[in-house]
């Protein structure tokens, strides 16, 4: 869908684009896979409904290799997270890397270890506390339907359908948003069970119902939404620290009141809306956001977006309100993640992959096969993550050179010469070292920042005309 | 005052019209300072000191660079 604002030039685009365009100048023809750009009108485009640059192209399939006949619906007990954890080393294991990580922060604690001082520890345990309302998959059912108001439902156009949802998301708190239809292929991408234990069964019924044993989704709501929600890059730069983990927790919960706001918006339109049961429950959470477009997965199994890098988690709800879906993108992220291998060298616990090309080999059962990967070793690093952090870690994000502030114009620079000149990635995996980009920042310090709300920039996705 | 007299008093100037590439040369040097200005700027607001600090000697060292070719080249000329 085109807007009429998306085809004006701000003088803040014009300044990059000549710049860009005098850099391609000097770089020479662009490859064969780029876009040339010829006019204003391209300068920026809308890939998976988002205003992207012109260098994110959509594409049929997703820069992961996909073997669906060779995909199962996976067992979302079979993650390594949380309870998960347990099935692979055994519960009396994972009860004393436990008790290791908790003796680890006390210790701290009393050591007064930057990142770990009562002010940090006492903000992370804040950051789980959801005040906003309670988590389910039917979503709270409080609205007024429109039944109940004596009017119809809404209607529209997919396309209208995915504009408002996106537009309302949006306001309530998410990132970036995208759609996709469930069909043979991506049912394969709903859990099997959830981390709680229910089945997922689809049933032709109209409505969505849940019991003991089974969450059921009807037949007919065949849309998923997906949602990214911005981390705080400045405080994930303090990884391992509970003063970088903290923004993975506001996340959570701002995903949170994300999905029950969108759960009773479109309850009120007239519709069903189906969320997550419990944390990174109903589906798999990447692989829907690589299906959507919202970005490509990278080296640490993870998504990185073109926007804001790997500096946000991902949602999911299902829909019976009928939405244009979105294609996946290549912006040259996953070639990138080829040379790069920062993260791998980071990793404290040898847990990512330093092989040049994706597998179709799992590592273990945490992983679910039929895609090309770089699958982790969630055992290391989940071990890593209690024994030595007594956090959730996240230095794989943190170093990422596409952990980027938008305000420096060389950034969107340097990611349109990612998706457009490949053989650059190497100089400017350098130059990122160069810069110091990705280094630890002082826990201690992240006291005396004057950051915007939530800590991030909510501007970067806008059309700031 | 005879032709002769006259033709001593004059002064002649020669003009030497740089090249065109000179003023490209000049436009890129002007474009590179503005980007590495911008980006020590923003760095800072990106709260990336070291990388501010790089922008920043980027800047002075090209700044340095165009004003010292600039006096030699005048200089030159006089």
């Known amino acids: ?465 | 005052m005879n032709n002769h007299d006259q033709q001593d008093n004059e002064e002649y100037y020669k003009i030497a019209r740089g090249p065109w590439y000179q003023w490209v040369l000049w436009a890129v040097w002007l474009f590179l300072e503005i980007i590495f200005l911008q980006a020590a700027v923003a760095s800072s607001k990106e709260l990336e000191p070291r990388a501010a600090i790089v922008f920043w000697l980027l800047f002075g060292v090209f700044a340095l660079g165009g004003i010292t070719v600039w006096i030699i080249r005048r200089e030159r000329l006089i």
């Open chain 1, 1 to 465: 869908m085109e807007d009429k604002g998306n085809k004006s030039l701000s003088r803040r685009d014009f300044l990059r684009i000549a710049g860009l365009s005098a850099s391609s100048i000097a770089a020479g023809k662009l490859s064969s896979n780029s876009s040339p750009m010829t006019s204003v009108e391209v300068a920026k485009s809308h890939t998976a409904g988002n205003l992207r640059p012109w260098w994110v192209q959509t594409v049929d399939e997703p820069t992961t290799e996909i073997n669906w006949d060779g995909m199962q619906r996976y067992d979302a007990r079979m993650t390594a997270r949380g309870q998960g954890f347990a099935n692979y080393i055994g519960q009396a294991e994972a009860d004393r890397l436990t008790e290791i990580a908790n003796q680890v922060k006390k210790q701290r604690l009393d050591n007064n270890v930057p990142g770990y001082t009562l002010k940090d520890q006492a903000i992370n345990a804040a950051q789980s506390a959801y005040t906003f309302g309670s988590r389910s998959f039917l979503g709270p059912q409080n609205v007024e339907t429109p039944m109940e108001r004596g009017v119809p439902s809404w209607t529209g156009t997919a396309e209208e359908a995915a504009q408002i949802l996106r537009a309302a998301m949006r306001h309530f708190g998410a990132a970036t948003v995208g759609f996709v239809e469930l069909n043979k292929n991506t049912r394969k991408l709903i859990y099997s069970y959830d981390p709680d234990g229910k089945e997922i069964v689809f049933e032709n019924v109209d409505e969505a119902y849940e019991t003991d044993g089974k969450r059921v989704i009807p037949d007919k709501a065949k849309w998923v939404i997906v949602y990214t929600v911005q981390m705080s890059s400045e405080s994930l730069k303090r990884a391992p620290t509970v003063i970088a983990e903290q923004t993975t927790r506001l996340a959570y919960g701002r995903a949170l009141d994300i999905q029950i706001k969108t759960q009773e918006f479109i309850r009120g339109l007239g519709y069903q809306c189906l969320g997550e049961a419990s944390s990174n429950s109903l589906g798999i959470s990447p692989a829907f956001a690589v299906m959507v477009g919202l970005g490509e997965l990278a080296r640490h199994n993870r998504l990185i977006t073109p926007e804001f890098g790997p500096m946000v988690r991902v949602f999911k709800m299902i829909t019976d309100l009928r939405v244009q879906p979105d294609k996946p993108i290549d912006a040259g992220i996953m070639k990138f993640c080829k040379h790069c291998k920062k993260c791998a060298e980071a990793c404290p616990a040898s847990a990512l992959s330093f092989d040049d090309e994706p597998s179709w080999d799992i590592q273990g059962d945490w992983n679910n096969s039929g895609h090309k990967a770089y699958f982790e070793d969630s055992i290391k690093c989940k071990t890593f993550q209690r024994e030595n952090a007594a956090t959730n870690c996240g230095i794989c994000f943190a170093v990422c050179p596409f952990a980027k502030k938008n305000k420096v114009w060389i950034h969107d620079w340097v990611k349109t010469g990612i998706a457009t000149f490949p053989f650059l990635d190497g100089v400017i995996r350098s130059m990122d070292d160069a810069f110091s980009y990705g280094a630890q920042k002082d826990p201690e310090k992240w006291w005396q920042l004057d950051l915007p709300e939530y800590g991030i920039d909510t501007e970067q996705t806008t059309n700031d005309e």
